[in-house]
């Protein structure tokens, strides 16, 4: 009878310790860079293990007191080692690529992560951090409200569009209005375009510079725009003001005009996009909208 107790007492000192051991061998200070990325992090409880974010990191908005790396894609060794860090996270968007084959030289992990507009890069992503931040279970479960919650938009937007022609739509990334870059074929923005039921008139492959007589040819029926800079109709009047040919788009006559957080576009598929989804089927089919809301 003596010996039961001790034996658990043994089995319990023994389980604490290995799990002590695992969270050891876990990293503990995480910088992160990529918008979509750190949100994930946060939404998997992992916000207090962040010691450093990227400039595109603005969700929640607790994350913009952190310490900043600058941009993404112009990372500095010297930022990033400076905060000592165990780990940096981001996707393809992080660079440049000669940065991080010094910062793992210094030694500092680095761990790579999906950029992929699909659902299967999410599901791998949140696997992957999962097991990073010894979160597993929970990783799993908002993979499948994610799943399901995008099942939920495919279901509203084919019965808005038993009544209403997809609109042929554009989306333009400005920067303070100059030289948009327009959302082609593997973004996230073409993702989010086609998953709300929007056909995106650009063709061709990734972002890229239209010329003026591109633009004015493509007369979109809704116009989702999104600045780096800017906001809403600020973001909207610098746009238009440098690109005088989208004025005669029917989009711009018929005032079907979105604006978008440019945060929804970097660092991989985010948690907020769903809803995004939600609201942009919503300016597509206006006729369904009402019945759009859950
Ligand atoms: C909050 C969001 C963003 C911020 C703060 C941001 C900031 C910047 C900055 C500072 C630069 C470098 C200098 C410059 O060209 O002005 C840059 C370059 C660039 N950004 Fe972003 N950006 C954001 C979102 C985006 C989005 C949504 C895209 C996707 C279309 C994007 C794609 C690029 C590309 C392709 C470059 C050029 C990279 C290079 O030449 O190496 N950015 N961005």
Redesign the pocket.
């Known amino acids: 009878m003596m010996r039961r107790p001790a034996a658990l007492i043994a089995l319990c000192a023994g389980l604490a310790l290995s799990t002590h051991t695992m969270a050891a061998e876990l990293p503990q200070r995480w910088v992160s860079a990529g918008?979509a990325l750190s949100e994930w992090i946060s939404a998997l409880g992992g916000e207090q293990r962040l010691v450093g974010v990227d400039?595109?990191s603005?969700h929640p908005e607790s994350l913009k007191a952190l310490p900043s790396i600058g941009?993404q894609?112009?990372l500095s060794a010297e930022g990033v080692l400076s905060l000592r860090p165990d780990v940096l996270v981001g996707t393809e968007e992080m660079g440049p690529p000669p940065v991080l084959a010094q910062i793992r030289k210094a030694g500092v992990r680095v761990e790579l992560f999906s950029s992929k507009a699909e659902l299967r890069a999410v599901e791998e992503n949140l696997k992957h951090l999962g097991a990073l931040l010894g979160n597993e279970k929970q990783a799993s479960e908002l993979a499948g409200d994610y799943r399901q919650q995008l099942e939920q938009v495919h279901k509203q937007v084919e019965q808005a569009q038993a009544g209403q022609q997809a609109p042929g739509v554009l989306l333009l990334?400005g920067?303070a209005g100059a030289k948009p870059?327009i959302?082609g074929q593997g973004?996230a923005?073409d993702w989010l375009l086609r998953q709300a039921g929007g056909r995106n008139l650009a063709e061709h492959q990734g972002?890229k510079n239209f010329s003026v007589e591109a633009l004015a040819a493509l007369n979109p029926d809704v116009l989702v725009f999104?600045d780096?800079a800017l906001s809403g109709e600020q973001a909207l009047s610098a746009l238009l003001k440098e690109n005088p040919a989208l004025a005669a788009s029917r989009a711009v006559r018929e005032q079907r005009l979105v604006s978008l957080d440019?945060?929804l576009?970097?660092g991989g598929l985010g948690p907020r996009l769903p809803a995004t989804l939600h609201e942009l089927a919503g300016s597509f089919y206006p006729a369904a909208k009402a019945s759009l809301n859950p």
Do not use: E
């Open positions: 918008g400039t595109t603005q941009y894609r112009q990334v920067h870059m959302a973004t923005g972002y999104s780096r440019p945060t576009l970097v």
